[in-house]
């Protein structure tokens, strides 16, 4: 079973994702994009997650927007993917 375990979140925080899935971006491969709170863990549950269904990580770019860092920034992490069946 999979799991995804991170951090409390703080007063005030919210707590959603946007994912979007799209298979034109990169030719041949499947790009999954995740927007949301700046929370630890989320990147490593991701990429775990995404290994544990047998999907190959051809190339990741995360990041931040907005916020002044510790925490109150949104993360935008897109990662495309091989061997994914929709």
Known sequence: ANMLKLQALEDGQEFEFEVEI??????GLT???????DVD??????T????????SIVKLD???????????GVVA???SLQNLLL
């Open 22 to 27: 799209d298979n034109t971006i990169n030719p």
């Open 31 to 37: 790009t999954v994009l995740v927007r949301g709170p």
């Open 41 to 46: 863990g989320v990147l490593a549950s991701i």
């Open 48 to 55: 775990a997650t995404i290994a544990s269904h047998g999907c």
């Open 62 to 72: 995360a990041g931040l927007r907005g916020g002044g860092g510790g925490g109150d």
């Open 77 to 79: 992490d897109n990662t």
